[in-house]
């Protein structure tokens, strides 16, 4: 695990561990205000109330900041099972698209690298051969996929995943009175 995936990997345990730590220190401030109040509350003073007063607010405020973050957690998950389904829908788009080419396995992880974005001379070292032998693969990619360029291959993968959005809602006109062209 490199630094980036340990990063992404701490940075919400963290955060929890943080937001428990917090919520734990508000009901406990919260308990011992209102204590502080149960023992004074015979005495009926201006301060007294004010008190009894600021620990309502406490304790409103400390709910209110669990349930905000209980819902922060749910629309997070939620959130990643969609971005799970939509790498999970791109890389099968990939899949498709190199079947359909026809490539042979080192074409395919050759392709792949591209598309994330890796040089031809990262790529050679990883796969440990030459850059002629890449550039030649990828000319074999480009040929066998209709495109000259990685930007045109990445493209091409890009605009199948939108020709499976759904836009009929975000694309309504600003003037209702004017029909569409």
């Known amino acids: 695990m490199n630094k980036r995936q340990a990063g992404k990997s701490t940075g919400p345990l963290l955060r929890k561990n943080l937001f428990l730590t917090a919520a734990i220190l508000q ?19 201006f301060h007294v109330w004010a008190e009894f007063l600021a620990v309502i607010a406490l304790a409103i405020g400390a709910y209110i900041s669990i349930v905000q973050y209980r819902q922060l957690l749910n629309r997070n998950f939620k959130i990643q099972l969609e971005l799970d389904a939509a790498t999970g829908a791109f890389q099968t788009v990939i899949e ?86």
């Open 27 to 45: 009901v406990g401030c919260c308990l011992i205000f209102a204590a502080d109040v149960a023992v004074e509350i015979s005495e009926l003073t």
């Open 96 to 181: 498709e698209h190199f079947k359909t080419w026809q490539l042979t396995d080192a074409e395919r992880d050759v392709a792949l690298l591209s598309i994330k974005g890796v040089s031809i001379a990262e790529i050679a070292e990883m796969r440990q051969t030459r850059t002629g032998t890449i550039k030649a693969q990828n000319a074999a990619i480009y040929r066998k996929s209709g495109v000259s360029s990685r930007a045109e291959l990445v493209s091409t993968m890009i605009e199948e995943m939108i020709l499976g959005l759904d836009i009929t809602h975000s694309a309504e006109p600003t003037d209702r009175n004017t029909a569409p062209d």
